[in-house]
């Protein structure tokens, strides 16, 4: 862990995403339930489970993905009851919160405003994530209104970041190998903006370790774009790299 790191998990030295993860524990801290908000990829998820552990250590986070259950998430949270009691207790970390159906957000933010808060790990922590991407979903005004809300910077805003954020991916992918990135690298990458931001950084520089590197990855080792739409880029993330550099567009490309 390096002196500028708040926790371990997360990579970068980028003040708005200091401040961002400061936030978030204080919130957890203090038993106030926020909202993790910011762009597809950015590491929403990885900011809250974090905060999360630094309070309530190795206590079990009950996570429910929003778009997956849908009209039964109103069930997991409230159980048969018609009140705003909800059924759990502990960290909850409710993902793409924006998902949830209206009553369902306005009969969450019933009971947060309602709910005392509670210090270090009593009672319920319910944290969110949304998108903040146009075209996206946004959470209810009565939901949005009880919570504390967390912005993580996009990729592009913490191009000082890239660097630390690439080779620590690299040591995590290949870990009996040292492989780094050249500085040729590193400016063509400053200079390309991540509309899928950590996400996709990894699914380029998981595409160039298919390449003959000899520990030192280089622009000759880019993929034939990396700007990916959302079919490739989720093509990518399933292995398919074959077919995902076929279909992705060479306007925009970082080649």
């Known amino acids: 862990m390096r002196d500028w790191q708040i926790v371990p998990e997360i990579i970068g030295c980028n003040a708005a995403l200091r401040v961002a993860i400061t936030r978030a524990m204080d919130a957890v801290s203090c038993g106030s339930h926020f909202v993790v908000e910011g762009e597809a990829g950015s590491g929403r998820r990885l900011l809250a489970r974090s905060a999360s552990r630094r309070t309530y250590g190795a206590q079990p986070l009950f996570s429910v993905d929003c778009r997956i259950f849908g009209d039964r998430a109103d069930e997991m949270l ?104 050249s500085q040729a690298l590193i400016d063509r990458f400053c200079g390309y903006d991540w509309p899928g931001n950590i996400s996709e950084l990894r699914s380029v520089l998981r595409r160039m370790l298919l390449e003959n590197h000899h520990g030192l990855l280089d622009l000759r080792h880019l993929p034939p774009t990396a700007m990916w739409t959302s079919e490739s880029l989720t093509m990518l993330r399933e292995g398919a790299y074959q077919a995902a550099c076929q279909a992705t567009s060479a306007s925009g490309s970082l080649q």
């Open 78 to 181: 409230f159980g048969e009851s018609s009140g705003p009691e909800i059924r759990m207790t502990g960290a909850v970390l409710l993902l793409h919160a924006e998902a949830l159906a209206i009553s369902t957000q306005r009969r969450l933010a019933k009971l947060l405003e309602k709910q005392p808060r509670r210090r270090r790990g009593e009672g319920l922590l319910m944290m969110l994530t949304s998108t903040t991407e146009l075209g996206g979903g946004r959470l209810d005004p009565e939901l949005a209104e009880v919570l504390l809300h967390v912005r993580v910077p996009p990729l592009r805003e913490r191009l000082e970041d890239l660097r630390a954020i690439a080779e620590a991916f690299l040591c995590s992918a290949s870990p009996y190998e040292r492989i780094c990135c």
